[in-house]
């Protein structure tokens, strides 16, 4: 299936652009649109669905490879679920998701699905984001003239060729060539003076001591970088011969920031509809001899160290990330620095691994000599971050002595309070705790932890449930909730406000306003999960726990008091208030 922004020529580039103009989306706007579009409609359209019940529909999961259907569509909660991989959300979740659009692009894609306009709150950033096209669109023409000088040099020709890169691959990849001369660009493109102000603004010229500008790039094999849609966004060029630099960039500019930005990943997500798993290589060159060879999932920073961005630009993409080094001191050292990187984002889905080439191969070299099956081969036995992460730490403490154990759980805890809680940490956790043979690390345990584990499903968590999956069910709450100093309960309250102030409540909509708040997955867990109770009791249930809620508060509130009271601190008021609560108690 064909993602709705595929930019084929140019007509399409200027569609895109326009939408891609957008300012703020008034919240109140997504939730009505929400509220508008059947889910069901929506992926039916992408991908057909079988009825199961009258609100149930199912199909083979498009997130992941299976025979037998587990995607499942409610009607009623206007939410997906798959018990195989457990991808789930609302319709903007699955524009996300499938689709691959950025949250504004899922939001106008759905407007127009549902047939009405989407209000901006600001236009400053349209005027903002239209000088950025206007950026990407003085940079497309440049590549394309890079590419017709490739065509024409001889030397530039010759030397892909000596590299092994094939025409289909150089055309893949846009792959083009900076002639000799000071001002081929500048003289071109550069006709009146606010369009070289522009060039320079893209990273293109060079602005003379005495004034005037130069060409960036010259003699250089140029390597276009794309954004995610295809638009280009900066240069990387390489030199022929020696020299040096052997690589040189386009510097920072209002749409090109090295730290966000991977080399390929366009590329990759052209060729491939659903991403088991990306590989992260150091170099240009190791993207595209991969690609040659089949394995068109590998992507490279831009000669930086990898940064959170590059992490959680991948993670919306795939869970599975091989980290790809060299053998030798300096890989390992860079890989331990990659590692500490990404342990803050390390929920518990994903996996990382590090793979270490031969000494003096780069992935380039291997594939060429090796083939693709041996580079899969080398990707399969990766080692996994948590062997990584032991046998570094290890190697640096003799775990044989008490001082030595010590040390490394000590260096291991602070590295291990970096991931979010969760059963990753968990594990890993208990993994130091039997390799440094000891008790005082659950002791140091985040606190969220132990709770995790002694947690009794409750009669809040049952409320939470019901009501997250059948959100009319606040509306039999017809007196105010006392408060209760119980986790989860804050929680609780918002979310009874929530769908008493909305209109519109199906677990997909109510999901929406926990976007990108932590409390949003557990909600999203909590919405699929089987509670079991069928439907002629739901209400009771819920009634019922709503009462037993009631008495834990008022019974809080008794133990409160009464020990205030023990201390002779009650006054007139709370006493009487003591006397109203231990009556209503029985
Ligand atoms: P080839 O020699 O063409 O095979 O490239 P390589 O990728 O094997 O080169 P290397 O391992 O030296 O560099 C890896 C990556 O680091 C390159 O793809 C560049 O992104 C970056 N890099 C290498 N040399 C330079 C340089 O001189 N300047 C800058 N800015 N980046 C560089
Ligand atoms: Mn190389």
Redesign the pocket.
């Known amino acids: 299936m064909q993602n709705h922004f595929d930019i084929k020529n140019d007509s399409q580039l200027t569609l895109y652009n326009t939408i891609m103009s957008t300012g703020s989306i008034p919240r109140e706007f997504i939730q009505r649109l929400l509220s508008q579009v059947d889910i069901v409609d929506l992926i039916d359209g992408r991908i057909p669905l079988r009825k199961k019940s009258s609100n149930n529909y199912f199909a083979c999961c498009p997130f992941h490879a299976e025979k037998s259907a587990s995607f499942s569509v409610s009607h009623t909660k206007q939410f997906y679920y798959c018990f195989g991989c457990g991808a789930h959300g609302n319709a903007i979740d699955f524009l996300l998701q499938f689709d691959r659009l950025s949250f504004p692009e899922a939001i106008d894609a759905l407007a127009k699905h549902a047939g009405i306009d989407v209000p901006r709150e600001t236009i400053s950033n349209t005027a903002h984001s239209s000088i950025d096209t206007q950026l990407c669109d003085v940079l497309t023409r440049i590549a394309k003239y890079y590419q017709t000088e490739l065509r024409q040099s001889k030397t530039a020709i010759d030397y892909l060729k000596n590299r092994g890169i094939s025409g289909p691959i150089a055309k893949e990849f846009c792959l083009g060539f900076a002639p000799s001369g000071w001002e081929n660009v500048l003289q071109q493109f550069g006709t009146t003076l606010p369009l070289k102000h522009q060039l320079y603004e893209a990273g293109m010229l060079i602005k003379k001591d005495e004034g005037g500008y130069y060409d960036r790039f010259r003699e250089r094999i140029m390597f276009p970088i794309h954004e995610r849609r295809g638009r280009i966004i900066a240069f990387?060029g390489?030199i022929l011969d020696k020299g040096?630099?052997?690589?040189?960039?386009s510097p920072e500019t209002p749409i090109f920031q090295k730290g966000r930005e991977l080399y390929g990943l366009y590329q990759v997500l052209n060729a491939n509809r659903q991403i088991e798993r990306i590989v992260l290589v150091?170099?240009?060159?190791?993207v595209i001899a991969l690609f040659q060879y089949g394995i068109t999932y590998a992507v490279?920073t831009?000669?930086t160290a990898t940064t959170a961005h590059h992490l959680h630009r991948l993670f919306r993409y795939t869970t599975d990330i091989i980290f790809c080094f060299d053998g030798d001191a300096a890989g390992r050292t860079a890989a331990w620095r990659a590692l500490l990187t990404t342990l803050p984002s390390l929920r518990d889905e994903i996996q990382i691994r590090f793979m270490f080439l031969p000494e003096g191969e780069?992935p380039?070299s291997l594939i060429r000599k090796e083939g693709k099956d041996a580079f899969e081969q080398r990707i399969q036995t990766a080692v996994t971050l948590s062997s990584f992460f032991f046998q570094t730490l290890s190697a640096q403490a003799d775990l044989t002595s008490v001082d030595g154990r010590a040390r490394f759980v000590k260096l291991a805890t602070e590295h291990l309070n970096q991931l979010p809680p969760g059963i990753f940490q968990q594990m890993m956790f208990e993994e130091l705790a039997k390799k440094g043979r000891t008790e005082i690390i659950s002791a140091q345990m985040p606190p969220q932890m132990k709770l995790q584990k002694a947690r009794a499903p409750s009669s809040l968590r049952l409320a939470i449930i019901l009501l997250i999956q059948q959100p009319q069910l606040a509306h039999c709450i017809t007196e105010p909730l006392p408060p209760i100093d119980l986790p989860g309960f804050a929680l609780f309250f918002e979310l009874i406000e929530t769908i008493k102030n909305n209109a519109a409540y199906t677990t997909g909509t109510i999901l929406e306003y926990w976007r990108d708040r932590k409390e949003g997955k557990l909600l999203a867990k909590l919405a699929l999960l089987e509670h079991m109770i069928p439907a002629s009791g739901i209400e009771s249930e819920f009634l019922g726990t709503l009462q037993r809620l009631k008495k834990l508060a008022n019974k809080q509130q008794i133990d409160q008091l009464l020990s205030k009271a023990a201390k002779g601190e009650l006054s007139q008021e709370e006493k009487y208030r003591l006397h109203q609560l231990i009556h209503d108690k029985k």
């Open positions: 990387g390489r040096d630099p052997k690589y040189l960039n150091e170099g240009y060159m190791d490279a831009l000669g780069d380039d």
